[in-house]
């Protein structure tokens, strides 16, 4: 037998005007390596039919599932009950988000918007044969552009920060990853002008405040707050 | 009710929907994508080891092209693919990987000089060429000749995703999540749309459009321990078949030697690619004595069956959740696996808190084969049409047009995705630009009509069964009757006890009433859809009467070439059946390029001839001593295919001059 661990969920439907935000309190006993992936699945299927969350890989790559876990935000499925001594864990949706149904919130809108936004794109001019050698990249310089590649949208870093409180259309951590990562890309022909146009005001880059809970946060570890810094000292240079 | 109007509508929002997407937005057609979670969630980002494309940048991957990989993917499906299918992917491959690059894929590049390698458990040093210096890198992978799959760390899919979702996006290709498609909308024997449901307002929308392609991956969720995501529950197929749509080789399903115990997350199978092994209670390496010659790196079906063996003999570590082995990649080094394998590394300190890199056992990882790709899918054309239903596409892992037959080899899923969807993506947009349809809008209203009556009569059932313990049983049938080692008892109970769930789940209550939100309702109409898909699994197995690839039957140990060179179509004849119907659509060998013969690994004498695998390899071989000329008038004289012009192109390599 496991121990018993108490679930404290904030739930809430939107849509529905007889809805008003509650906590309900599920108990379950804990089985070996159990993430709350498996909690609330075990929750959904046996306790509560209609609690709603949002899990897809359940292996920490799609960043789907990011919420606030005793007021941390961060992904469900990496998360292990056995590392709360208590047993006992309140969840909330991510703050900043639109929220769709208790846990799960709508990350899909915010992220099109910041891309579109941001160009998230490789802008290029010339046409590429694909039937000839790929153009070369210095293998130092592809490792780089990897590492800012490794960023998974699951808003984290957004629900984390200060500025997407105050300012709706602020591009977050992860608005300003994208653009350095698409400024060290030797496939792109932007240049810094270019990102500037793009992110050269206080929903971009001039808006961050510098207070690294993105960082803090961040479920890739990504060193955001050394890009962001980067960024704004290029764009301010150029 | 709402209607909208396409001219391609794309379900799926994956590599492969969304490669299609951009070819149809390419050609100018109004294309409309719909996914069930914000794109950049789809399992394709889960791919992790990496993508085969026949480069020959690396020293090690020297001499490769379209060839050796064509012989590498029909000797992994063991003789069960479409050998022209295979054609139009190896050749078309190589571009596919150039176009991600110049979308911003972040592909490893060769360092020119000494680097240090382990091969064979042993620490080796290779060293690139200086005309290769920047050029796509590539790792080793199991059942291929050379190293061929290029890679992004571990975290390929993800990469490649991003990419395609963001050229999709700078196209300015339609994207709609949170959209379900529950039904095709048939007029007579076309496909014209799809009645879609919104899972935000639970509202249905009739998608009306010249051509539709189903790109929703795999079925691997009907299985109970499996490496896919939540969303991988074969739906896709499942409208297809309510829409009398035929499917192909659906008993073809792979089990990954490699995912880890308990929770079912899959570490790649680079790990073992770039030198990591297998171990057994003991520690002792045990691979290389069942495969002498490709050892750790066998084809995925041969490794996984031959762990399970090893277990057999008693070889396994007893766990809470049974018996397992260990992988090792301790041996790789410390750098090595915190550069080229971290999110192996992640995935394995964050949930069984062990680090892959600490020395020796402490390192190690528990492992056990378990579902992880469908080489099945709706049977479709080498263009990706289905075979009966006009207008009707598909591609990627969605699909079986037939690429991997019975076994799909490691680092040609993702690239298939991609390939299918640059290939098919073309052909389809070529159908859409040609088609015109005429539909009344009360045909339209009809079938949405049809679905909203289904959804309420859900809700208003009061039976007595659980939606959720009918899903648990069903995978835990599929798991346990309809596995890695399957035979004629178990897969006959599993059919009879599958239909009587069907049954069942007619007979269910729904807890809440709500039309929307109400994720218990969405299983109330998934369920009986994945049923339908586990169905055409567990029919086809209990037929087939022989062992190939990853379809292993116990009371049927050997290939069987003379009866069983074929492939399976399952389907439902009527919609109230409880189970499919199958046929059979033979293999003709005297066309192969490549007749069936011994894979190079797996149990030797182990297949039951088909006296015409003789004549046709004399015939190949007459064809071969006689042919002046390079090596692509050779492959034409031996299978001519068909394949766009500018796909068909030969692909540039150093040092290989242009006649091969």
């Known amino acids: 037998m496991g121990r018993e661990i108490t679930i404290k969920v904030l739930k809430y439907n939107p849509t529905d005007s007889q809805s008003t935000p509650t906590f309900v309190e599920y108990t379950l006993e804990e089985t070996p390596g159990m993430t709350l992936y498996i909690a609330l699945t075990k929750i959904k299927s046996s306790i509560d039919h209609d609690l709603t969350s949002d899990f897809v890989c359940r292996a920490g790559i799609c960043g789907a599932c990011g919420m606030l876990v005793n007021g941390k935000p961060q992904l469900a499925c990496r998360t292990l009950t056995s590392d709360f001594e208590g047993g006992k864990i309140e969840l909330l949706p991510l703050p900043t988000f639109k929220l769709i149904k208790d846990l799960s919130v709508d990350t899909g809108a915010w992220m099109e918007k910041m891309s579109l936004r941001v160009h998230s794109w490789i802008e290029k001019h010339e046409e590429t044969d694909l039937a000839k050698l790929e153009k070369r990249v210095e293998p130092a310089v592809a490792d780089e552009v990897f590492e800012l590649d490794r960023c998974i949208e699951c808003g984290i870093c957004v629900a984390s920060c200060s500025t997407a409180i105050m300012r709706e259309d602020f591009v977050g951590a992860v608005g300003l990853n994208r653009v350095a990562r698409f400024s060290i890309d030797p496939h792109d022909t932007r240049t810094d002008e270019d990102f500037y146009e793009l992110i050269g005001d206080d929903d971009g880059i001039f808006g961050c405040m510098s207070l690294m809970a993105c960082e803090d946060h961040c479920p890739k570890n990504l060193s955001l707050q050394s890009k962001i810094a980067y960024m704004r000292r290029k764009l301010v240079m150029s | ?660």
């Open chain 2, 1 to 660: 009710m709402q209607i909208k109007y396409a001219d391609a509508l794309i379900i799926g929002g994956g590599l492969a929907g969304l490669r299609s997407a951009i070819a149809t937005g390419a050609k100018g057609l109004d294309t409309i994508v719909l996914s069930l979670v914000p794109v950049k969630r789809s399992h394709s980002a889960a791919a992790q080891g990496g993508m085969q494309a026949s480069l020959a940048n690396s020293i090690m991957g020297e001499g490769d092209n379209e060839d050796v990989h064509f012989s590498d993917t029909v000797k992994g499906s063991d003789w069960g693919c479409d050998q022209e299918v295979a054609r139009m992917f190896v050749t078309t491959a190589p571009k596919a990987i150039r176009e991600l690059a110049a979308w911003g894929v972040p592909w490893s590049r060769v360092q020119k000089g000494d680097r240090e390698v382990v091969i064979n458990t042993k620490q080796t040093t290779i060293t690139e060429k200086e005309e290769a210096h920047g050029l796509i890198n590539a790792r080793d992978f199991g059942g291929t000749k050379k190293w061929r799959t290029c890679y992004t760390a571990d975290a390929t899919g993800h990469t490649m995703l991003y990419a395609v979702a963001n050229e999709a996006m700078r196209l300015g290709v339609k994207i709609e999540d949170k959209k379900e498609a529950i039904s095709l909308i048939m007029q007579e024997d076309q496909c014209v749309g799809a009645i879609v449901r919104d899972l935000k307002d639970g509202t249905l929308c009739a998608y009306v459009a010249k051509g539709t392609m189903i790109a929703t991956g795999g079925y691997g969720r009907i299985y109970k321990q499996s490496t896919n995501a939540t969303i991988c529950k074969g739906t896709g197929h499942a409208i297809a078949i309510e829409a009398g749509a035929y499917m192909g080789n659906m008993e073809a399903v792979q089990f990954h030697p490699t995912p880890i115990v308990p929770s079912g997350i899959l570490l790649t199978e680079g790990c073992r690619g770039d030198g990591g092994v297998l171990r057994d209670k003991d520690g002792y390496r045990f691979m290389p004595d069942y495969e002498p010659e490709k050892k750790d790196l066998a084809s995925r079906d041969v490794v996984s069956r031959r762990m399970l063996e090893h277990i057999k003999k008693g070889k396994g570590v007893p766990s809470p959740y049974g018996d397992h082995l260990w992988l090792d990649i301790s041996i790789l080094g410390r750098e090595h696996v915190e550069k080229n394998l971290r999110d192996v590394r992640d995935i394995s300190m964050t949930f069984n808190g062990i680090d892959p890199a600490d020395p020796a056992e402490k390192g190690w990882m528990p492992v056990l084969p378990m579902q992880h790709y469908s080489m099945g899918g709706i049977r479709v054309t080498p263009e990706g049409h289905s075979v009966n239903i006009k207008g009707l596409f598909s591609c990627g892992e969605a699909a079986c047009w037939d690429l991997h037959g019975f076994n799909r080899l490691g680092g040609n899923s993702v690239s298939e995705t991609v390939v299918s969807g640059m290939i098919i993506g073309n052909y389809f947009a070529d159908y859409c630009n040609t088609t015109e349809i005429t539909i009344s809008t009360a045909a339209v209203h009809q079938e949405l009509d049809k679905q909203q009556r289904y959804l309420e009569s859900l809700l208003e059932l009061e039976g007595e069964e659980n939606i959720y313990n009918i899903k648990d049983e069903m995978r835990r049938i599929m798991q346990e009757k309809v596995g890695i080692f399957r035979n004629g008892k178990d897969l006959e109970d599993a059919v009879s006890e599958l239909k009587a769930l069907l049954q069942k789940t007619k007979q269910i209550r729904i807890t809440k009433k709500e039309s929307h939100l109400n994720q218990e309702l969405e299983e109330a109409y998934k369920v009986p859809m994945m049923l339908k898909v586990a169905l055409c699994v567990a029919k086809g197995a209990r037929d087939r009467t022989e062992s190939r690839g990853a379809h292993y039957r116990e009371d049927y140990l050997k290939r069987d070439d003379a009866n069983w060179l074929n492939r399976t179509l399952s389907y439902w004849a009527a919609a109230d059946d409880l189970e499919p119907t199958l046929k059979y659509e033979p293999l003709d060998i005297m066309k192969m390029e490549m007749p069936p013969a011994f894979r190079g690994y797996g149990k030797k004498g182990n297949t039951i001839e088909n006296p015409l695998s003789q004549v046709r390899q004399e015939e190949v071989d007459s064809i071969v001593a006689s042919h002046q000329g390079d090596r692509f008038t050779l492959q034409e004289k031996l299978m001519p295919f068909k394949l766009q012009p500018e796909y068909k192109r030969q692909n540039e390599r150093i040092g290989e001059d242009n006649n091969g």
